[in-house]
């Protein structure tokens, strides 16, 4: 089990699953604001995340990371998704 937990520790980042779990927050307060549409939460969700890596390019050795904002937007994406399964 430990090897597993290893591979996986990996296999993914601490940075990104930290990006993941905060966007995960973020996603799900964005989308039970009133009269919000998803398509409006996903761009409003874009925005945040890219102003989230502006910020850290701004700071002493900061950069600018696609990745983070991918990791931020998945799971508006997967709402988003989901939303269209159903």
Not at 5 to 12: D, Q
Not at 56 to 65: E, H, L, N, V
Not at 76 to 83: E, G, K, N, P
Request: charged share 20%; hydrophobic share 55%; net charge positive.
């Amino acid at each position: 089990m430990k090897e597993l937990k290893l591979k996986l520790a990996k296999l993914v980042p601490n940075d990104k699953l930290n990006h993941f779990f905060y966007g995960s927050l973020i996603a799900n307060a964005i989308t039970m604001i009133p009269r919000i549409r998803l398509w409006d939460a996903m761009i409003l969700m874009t925005i945040l995340a890219i102003a989230i890596e502006v910020r850290d390019y701004t700071q002493p050795k900061g950069r600018f990371s696609v990745l983070d904002v991918i990791f931020t937007i998945a799971p508006m994406v997967f709402i988003l998704i989901r939303s269209y399964i159903r």
